[in-house]
């Protein structure tokens, strides 16, 4: 078996490589490096079953040879990102995710998206169960990110109608653990970074605004449940239904750091959700799928791996 996981050098993208050779397949990883690292493909130098191609999916490239699954996972994912590069990051949901869906049609492969808690916006429903159609503003600057993924499934829900392509969607909830970069600026990477090396925590807004965090080693399998169940669409929502505030979470990593953190604060970004937790029973009825490491564990494995990684010399 051999798949393709574009994104394969970016956080959720080298835990699903790791992933895919653990099940004994190959892979091939398209990365353009844009967010990803270049250690996430050194790391396997020496792995015969591993290929490499350096390119933006939304450009010229392809793959030789039989493909079984696609994995598609490139896009700029965390809010500073996004907003630094909205131009790319409508082009990569859009014009690179519709290469990607064409290379699994010529393929005859399944393909599984990565979507996103994102496109139900500023939620009027709370948890969120796959069938609430969102609140999201189109025009404001999080519109990049969240309508363009909107955008992959209106497509990929067409392919999939007309019979054309094996397609499954997962919808990703804030997701974090080892490899997140430390200068995501996403909440968990900023807080733990900021503890360790003695800085105030960065709470945006009043910090009263939750999310519900899951570990990657979690969503990972999620994934794979999804991507083993030939001919299912969903889509499905992939994340932990363990809510907390922001300002909780600073406390938490706190006393898990050992660190007697301040806090700083600053605006709340525009269009900022005030609250996010996903319904997973879809997930579990169908795929038999819940995540197993409660938060505590996860930020203690993601403290771990962050205290024994060297600190970029730009991390917040
Ligand atoms: N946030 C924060 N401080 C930070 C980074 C983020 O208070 O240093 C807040 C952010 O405003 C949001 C939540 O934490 O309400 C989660 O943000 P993140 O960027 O991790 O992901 P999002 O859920 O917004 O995509």
């Given at each position: 078996?051999?798949?393709?996981?574009?994104?394969?050098?970016?956080?959720?993208?080298?835990?699903?490589?790791?992933?895919?050779l653990?099940?004994g397949?190959?892979?091939?990883?398209?990365?353009?490096?844009?967010?990803?690292?270049?250690?996430?493909?050194?790391?396997?130098?020496?792995?015969?079953?591993?290929?490499f191609?350096e390119a933006?999916?939304?450009?010229?490239?392809?793959?030789?040879?039989?493909?079984?699954?696609?994995?598609?996972?490139?896009?700029p994912?965390s809010?500073?990102?996004?907003?630094?590069?909205?131009?790319?990051?409508l082009?990569?949901?859009?014009?690179?995710?519709?290469?990607?869906?064409?290379?699994?049609?010529?393929?005859?492969a399944r393909?599984?998206q990565?979507?996103?808690?994102?496109?139900?916006?500023?939620?009027?429903?709370?948890?969120?169960?796959?069938?609430y159609?969102?609140?999201?503003?189109?025009?404001?600057?999080?519109?990049?990110?969240?309508?363009s993924?909107?955008?992959?499934?209106?497509?990929?829900?067409a392919?999939?109608r007309?019979?054309?392509?094996?397609?499954?969607?997962?919808?990703?909830?804030?997701?974090y653990?080892?490899?997140?970069?430390?200068t995501?600026?996403?909440?968990?990477?900023?807080?733990?970074?900021?503890?360790?090396?003695?800085?105030p925590?960065?709470?945006?807004?009043?910090g009263?605004?939750?999310?519900?965090?899951?570990?990657?080693?979690?969503?990972?399998?999620?994934?794979?449940?999804?991507?083993?169940?030939?001919?299912?669409?969903?889509?499905?929502?992939?994340?932990?239904?363990?809510?907390?505030?922001?300002?909780?979470?600073?406390?938490?990593?706190?006393?898990?750091?050992?660190?007697?953190?301040?806090?700083?604060?600053?605006?709340?970004?525009?269009?900022?959700?005030?609250?996010?937790?996903?319904?997973?029973?879809?997930?579990?009825?169908?795929?038999?799928?819940?995540?197993?490491?409660?938060?505590?564990?996860?930020l203690?494995?993601?403290?771990?791996?962050?205290?024994?990684?060297?600190?970029?010399?730009?991390?917040?």
């Amino acid at each position: 078996m051999r798949a393709v996981v574009t994104g394969g050098a970016g956080f959720i993208g080298s835990h699903l490589v790791d992933a895919v050779l653990d099940r004994g397949w190959s892979v091939v990883v398209v990365d353009d490096f844009s967010s990803g690292l270049t250690e996430n493909v050194t790391r396997y130098s020496d792995e015969p079953r591993f290929e490499f191609i350096e390119a933006d999916i939304c450009g010229d490239w392809s793959v030789e040879g039989p493909v079984d699954l696609v994995l598609n996972f490139a896009s700029p994912a965390s809010p500073p990102k996004f907003l630094e590069r909205p131009l790319e990051t409508l082009e990569v949901g859009s014009t690179g995710m519709k290469k990607v869906a064409e290379m699994a049609i010529a393929k005859g492969a399944r393909l599984i998206q990565a979507s996103t808690s994102e496109v139900y916006g500023e939620p009027q429903v709370h948890p969120q169960p796959e069938e609430y159609w969102g609140n999201v503003n189109p025009i404001g600057p999080r519109s990049v990110y969240d309508e363009s993924k909107r955008y992959a499934e209106a497509l990929l829900g067409a392919y999939h109608r007309m019979g054309l392509l094996d397609v499954g969607i997962v919808r990703i909830f804030n997701t974090y653990g080892p490899r997140l970069h430390a200068t995501d600026g996403r909440v968990v990477s900023n807080f733990v970074h900021q503890a360790l090396s003695g800085k105030p925590l960065s709470v945006y807004g009043t910090g009263k605004q939750t999310r519900s965090f899951c570990y990657v080693g979690d969503l990972v399998r999620g994934i794979f449940a999804l991507a083993d169940r030939r001919g299912e669409f969903g889509p499905v929502n992939l994340g932990n239904p363990q809510e907390i505030t922001v300002l909780e979470l600073a406390q938490v990593v706190g006393e898990l750091t050992g660190v007697s953190v301040s806090l700083e604060y600053s605006d709340l970004p525009t269009d900022d959700p005030t609250q996010r937790k996903p319904d997973i029973t879809r997930a579990q009825e169908l795929l038999g799928w819940q995540p197993e490491v409660n938060l505590r564990e996860g930020l203690l494995r993601t403290i771990e791996w962050f205290q024994a990684s060297v600190l970029p010399a730009d991390a917040v």
